[in-house]
């Protein structure tokens, strides 16, 4: 099948792409610099120039393939605090892939998250749902979980749409997001610090095992399913901070809520959340599972300190 790609060259993409050109799947990528296009190319991926902010790119390019894989989101200007701007950017992008695809029966997965539900208790694929137009409005999470309803919207307009919901941590070699941040402060402070008690815990999964689960559900997620791409239910943040001290030969503490701030920075508003998750629907619907190491094996092997002195 021909599956257009938003994000394609990206943490997930790049991992992604691979993926469905191994399994006989041709990919178009969409790239909006010249780098992108370049890596797309060197994959065997062809290039489709443009942004999210192109709808007229992005719904000709639907209506040309086989179906969408919507990975990409505007993460520069939501982590500088303008989460709503990236929402609304990815609510019209949506919006011009269901539309392309209404009435073909062809497959529409987007990405989105399992945080911020704050339920107390793991959040399973039932979880989550409701979300309405004031959400989508807002400046926070609920706005891209209110686009993961208007995803699944389009099931009854004839898309077999489906949401891949991602942990806050996608791990493997080469990642730069909340664990790699974590472990250059931890560098940085010349100590291990977790919040509290550190009882706090974070799903988690391998970026490759999630690769393979945005395949399936391409492949053969039934119309208006939401999976939970979680092979690490709930790992806690004092088990991470004491791996990261093992690895980089520094005390372990707990930090103070009133510190955590000045000590964790930006990581501190995500670090202090406990959020599990669930893909126990997931591996039943799909026949998923995962076969990567886990947070803490992966943590283990030292991939993530090979630039780091202790």
């Known amino acids: 099948m021909h599956v257009f790609v938003t994000g394609a060259s990206g943490w997930i993409g790049s991992a992604v792409v691979p993926e469905l050109i ?12 010249d780098a992108s296009a370049d890596a797309l190319l060197a994959a065997g991926v062809e290039v489709r120039r443009g942004t999210l ?19 990409a989101f505007k993460h520069d200007i939501a982590f500088s605090g303008n989460f709503g701007g990236a929402a609304a950017a990815d609510h019209r992008a949506i919006e011009a892939f269901g539309e392309a ?5 062809r ?13 107390g208790r793991a959040v399973t694929e039932e979880d989550g749902h409701g979300f309405d137009a004031a959400a989508a409005a807002s400046n926070g999470p609920e706005a891209r979980q209110a686009n993961a309803e208007l995803t699944l919207s ?10 891949v919901r991602l942990p806050p941590t996608v791990h493997g070699d080469g990642d730069k997001g909340f664990v790699a941040a974590v472990v250059g402060i931890a560098r940085e402070k010349g100590v291990s610090g977790f919040p509290g008690d550190g009882s706090q815990r974070w799903p988690a999964v391998h970026r490759l095992d999630a690769a393979h689960l945005f ?17 690490d239910e709930g790992v806690s943040i004092r088990s991470l901070a004491e791996v990261i001290g093992r690895q980089l030969d520094v005390p372990v503490t707990s930090i103070s809520p009133e510190d955590a701030g000045e000590h964790f ?19 039943d619907l799909m026949g998923w599972q995962p076969t990567q190491p886990g947070l803490i094996d992966d943590l283990e092997k030292g991939q993530y300190f090979l630039n780091v002195a202790g």
Not at 154 to 163: E, H, I
Not at 265 to 283: E, F, H, K, N, Y
């Open 265 to 283: 920075g930006w990581v501190a508003a995500v670090l202090g959340l406990d959020m599990p998750a669930s893909s126990a629907l997931t591996r």
């Open 154 to 163: 389009f099931a009854s307009r004839g898309v077999r749409a489906s949401v």
């Open 215 to 231: 395949r399936l559900a391409f492949e053969q997620a039934p119309a208006g399913s939401t999976l939970n791409a979680v092979a």
């Open 22 to 33: 191994s399994a006989g799947h041709q990919v178009t990528g969409l790239a909006r610099s």
């Open 101 to 105: 695809l209404a009435g073909s029966g």
């Open 107 to 119: 497959p529409f997965v987007i990405a989105s998250g399992t945080g911020g539900y704050g339920l």
């Open 53 to 71: 902010d192109d709808v007229d790119v992005l719904r000709s390019a639907a209506a040309a393939s086989d179906g969408v894989i919507h990975l």
